[in-house]
T-cell receptor, first 109, second 116 residues
Framework: SQQGEEDPQALSIQEGENATMNCSYKTSINNLQWYRQNSGRGLVHLILIRSNEREKHSGRLRVTLDTSKKSSSLLITASRAADTASYFCATDTFNKFYFGSGTKLNVKP | GAGVSQSPRYKVAKRGQDVALRCDPISGHVSLFWYQQALGQGPEFLTYFQNEAQLDKSGLPSDRFFAERPEGSVSTLKIQRTQQEDSAVYLC??????????????FGAGTRLSVL
């Protein structure tokens, strides 16, 4: 079974809007990462946030981490049609790497 | 190489056949992971190599699954006597450092296995 769970399972927005995805997990982590997967492709790393960090930015991406609630969120600002993909959170628990079930994001032009 | 390469991209097998899936990690990467991804789901961990040593095979679903990385670079995932439930995308990922460091995983495009 997977440790992480994303919410929502699917999200459809208009280009230019912001997209927020949430991830919850169960055990202590070394870090939490977000990955993106286009249909039929492998996963691409987006951003890593360490367990002692609360917020991190990379371009149009903003990630928060709340270790007390065991949750993280990924915000994509000013979305583009090219952001259409599945997004997965992955928890690194020192010994294991767990992926959530993903959020399927559709950005309509 | 420039990235993680997996072959074949697609494999169709008859039930009961043996299959071998290949992964070429990024040169110099110590860690290599295999994952199984069912349709609409996230990747599920199968096994982990640090160089040539298979340090974790706790995710392998049965003894029909076997993986090796004999020289610490290329890895092969073998599935014997394939069953329909083995149909999935098999992803390989490599990382520069051993597991436990702040590692980013670099993924191949995967092998889509269909067992008829």
């Amino acid at each position: 079974s997977q440790q992480g769970e994303e919410d929502p399972q699917a999200l459809s927005i208009q280009e230019g809007e912001n997209a927020t995805m949430n991830c919850s997990y169960k055990t202590s982590i070394n870090n939490l990462q977000w990955y993106r997967q286009n249909s039929g492709r492998g996963l691409v790393h987006l951003i890593l946030i360490r367990s002692n960090e609360r917020e991190k930015h990379s371009g149009r991406l903003r990630v928060t981490l709340d270790t007390s609630k065991k949750s993280s969120s990924l915000l994509i600002t000013a979305s583009r049609a090219a952001d259409t993909a599945s997004y997965f959170c992955a928890t690194d628990t020192f010994n294991k790497f767990y992926f959530g079930s993903g959020t399927k994001l559709n950005v309509k032009p | 190489g420039a990235g993680v390469s997996q072959s074949p991209r697609y494999k169709v097998a008859k039930r009961g056949q043996d299959v071998a899936l290949r992964c070429d990690p990024i040169s110099g990467h110590v860690s290599l992971f295999w994952y199984q991804q069912a349709l609409g789901q996230g990747p599920e961990f199968l096994t982990y190599f640090q160089n040539e040593a298979q340090l974790d095979k706790s995710g392998l679903p049965s003894d029909r699954f076997f993986a090796e990385r004999p020289e610490g670079s290329v890895s092969t995932l073998k599935i014997q006597r394939t069953q329909q439930e083995d149909s999935a995308v098999y992803l390989c990922a490599s990382s520069l450092n051993p597991r436990g460091a702040q590692n980013i995983q670099y993924f191949g495009a995967g092998t889509r296995l269909s067992v008829l």
